[in-house]
């Protein structure tokens, strides 16, 4: 249960008064229109109250890229900092009840103590996630050469007891996932044999795998470049599959919507996973150029709709059990982290929301008939629809905000946080 939550509810009640004439006449009018296209707008509100998102604890504070960082007064810079400003994002979105931790960056000595904390913020944990792509202060061995595929023996040992580390520390948190993201890889061609990397990636992967608890799953995040340049041992969703395959039934596949080729048809990859009941995971962001995490739906939105319309059809399909674990994976350099998670959370779940409208009957009907143009206009009927009232009206109910970022800008939390946060560094990189 949550005991106090950051932001006065009162506060954020008399802002939405102000609101409530406007949306619900806005929300009267969607549903009239929605109604006509024999769609109920009750149960698809219903279905956005439902839906969630977790976000990534490193999200919280300003990222940076490898040239410079920017840090912004008030930003929080530890994990109990960090679960604050989630409890906030999560007070005005009420989309976003759970926070993905990454270790060894949010370790702290008391795991149960951390999950209450949470728990007291009205905030739960979701997927863990390992690190072997940076070397931390007193370790045994460097990443250098690699991790869970390095040609050394010690060091594909580090990497298995870190992940299984992970694993323990899942259990006291309340998770069922790890997500393991390697960046091993080369920068020359011949540095590595690239079939035998992927053997010893194999071989210590099972080493995690057969740590799992029964109700866990692994999930295998691939990533075409960066760190490495020329190569990367799980650089795409065909490696991850394999890897998954070959390590069984608990292993599921991570699509990250920044870790493809440019233009790649990231739709298609969804679908294809959930055929072969492997579609695991997902990170949400958006990109131009490569791993970029821009704020989900900030350039490619039309993408995004595409990408959950594969993920609605998985859902009223399932194959196996079909629970995928949605996070935000975003690096936010330029604006408040609050703000962008806020705005992204409410893209992602408005990008739900249309795919709901899809009518997939006159979809299905029209494919059949090999009718193009009808088949694309039951997508794009849906994608024109402008859902706001819908996630307004959902988040309202649930004691959030109506407009999110008005709120939190009115609340003055990262003003007040500046007085009692110490000020974060300025080194380079995503933390
Ligand atoms: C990677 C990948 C992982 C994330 C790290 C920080 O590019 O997206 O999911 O844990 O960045
Ligand atoms: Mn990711
Ligand atoms: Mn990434």
Redesign the pocket.
């Known amino acids: 249960m949550a005991g106090d939550l950051p932001l006065a509810q009162d506060d954020i009640e008399r802002l939405n008064a102000g609101l409530a004439d406007a949306l619900d006449d806005d929300y009267g009018s969607l549903g009239r229109q929605l109604g006509r296209r024999g769609i109920d707008i009750g149960a698809v509100k219903a279905k956005v109250a439902g839906f969630s998102v977790a976000v990534p604890s490193?999200g919280a504070g300003r990222g940076g890229t490898r040239f410079a960082k920017f840090p912004i007064p008030g930003e929080p810079t530890n994990i109990h900092e960090k679960l604050e400003d989630c409890a906030v994002i999560q007070q005005l979105g009420r989309a976003t009840p759970r926070v993905s931790p990454?270790f060894p960056w949010d370790k702290v000595s008391d795991y149960r103590a951390l999950r209450d904390e949470a728990a007291a913020l009205g905030l739960g944990f979701d997927a863990v996630?390992s690190n072997t792509f940076q070397d931390q202060p007193g370790q045994a061995v460097s990443y250098a050469t690699g991790s869970l595929s390095s040609t050394r023996a010690d060091v594909r040992e580090q990497a298995v007891a870190h992940n299984i580390e992970c694993i323990e520390i899942g259990k006291q948190l309340g998770v069922t996932d790890l997500?393991v993201?390697v960046g091993d890889g080369t920068n020359f061609p011949g540095q590595q044999d690239l079939g035998r990397s992927l053997d010893r990636y194999l071989d210590a992967a099972s080493e995690v795998y057969a740590a799992l608890p029964g109700d866990w799953r692994m999930l295998i995040?691939h990533?075409m470049f960066e760190p490495a340049f020329y190569s990367t041992v799980i650089s795409d969703w065909g490696s991850s599959i394999l890897v998954a395959q070959e390590l069984g039934e608990k292993a599921k596949c991570l699509v990250?919507l920044g870790?493809h080729a440019p233009n790649v048809n990231i739709e298609q990859i969804v679908a294809r996973l959930h055929r072969f009941g492997k579609l695991g995971g997902f990170?949400f962001n958006d990109s131009k150029y490569g791993?970029d995490d821009l704020d989900s739906g900030s350039i490619n939105p039309h993408q995004l709709f595409l990408v959950f319309n594969e993920l609605v059809e998985a859902e009223m399909n399932p194959r196996g059990d079909f629970r995928p674990a949605y996070m935000i994976?975003q690096s936010h350099n330029v604006t408040d982290p609050i703000e962008s998670m806020l705005s992204s959370a409410e893209a992602i779940v408005g990008a739900y929301a249309k795919a709901l409208l899809v009518d997939r009957e006159a979809l299905l009907a029209a494919q059949e008939a090999n009718d193009t143009m009808m088949a694309f206009q039951a997508l794009r009927a849906a994608y024109r629809t402008d859902v706001t009232p819908i996630l307004a009206a959902a988040r309202a109910e649930a004691g959030g905000a109506i407009d999110t970022i008005a709120a939190y800008r009115a609340s003055g939390w990262r003003g007040r946080k500046a007085q009692e946060r110490r000020a974060a560094g300025t080194t380079a990189g995503?933390v």
């Open positions: 490193w990454h996630n997500t993201w995040e990533k990250d870790h990170h791993d994976d995503i």
